[in-house]
């Protein structure tokens, strides 16, 4: 064998696994998004709860409901979260509870620049308790977060934050114009299943394509020489 045909067959063999490898990461990544969504048709179909403290565990993707008042000391901007295309952040404020306690609210989107008044006095927030973006504990850096970092956020409060965040979908008193109230999350299975697939097609191809070559370079090879004519 030719060191032409090994090198051929060893690249197509690494090309080949490395796409079987990522299709069926992707087929990993497929079931969790369906536990997920599993998780969140389960929670807004139970009972809302009303949070007098942090919410107790399962509570996640439950709707929920709860009374405070802001803490507007401690607004962090939600940063790069963009509304049917247009530029924008969320605005998170802790909610202070009537156990001393606070929930971490995520009011809302506002244009990118905008600023949203925080209600003073008690305000009652209903919503959807969500878990955590991020658990890496990163605090704030001005004022600005990329993720929603509960543990980050914590950390620079002298009160105890709820494990989950309440996504705010209605506000009373209701804010005039901003923020607007952000979007559940989504139940979708995304495009996985579809970037499997196309793994797993590469593999084939590079596969086939390795075959052909290796095909090619026979029939050459077993060719007879062109006849020099004197």
Known sequence: MTARRVVLIVLAVVVAGTCVRLGFWQLERLEERRAVNEGIRRGLGAAPVVLDGAPGPGAAYRRASATGIYDASHVVVLYGRPLEGRPGDHVLTPLRLIDGSAVLVDRG???TGARASTPSGEVRVKGVLLPPESTDGVPPA???VRRIDLAGIGSVLRYRLAPAYLLAQDEDPSPSRLPVPAPLPEVSEGPH???AIQWF????????GCGALLRRDRGQAGAPAPRVEE
């Open 142 to 144: 001005d004022g600005q």
């Open 109 to 111: 989107w506002v244009p």
């Open 193 to 195: 299943l579809s970037y």
């Open 201 to 208: 097609s590469f593999a084939g191809v590079a596969l086939v």
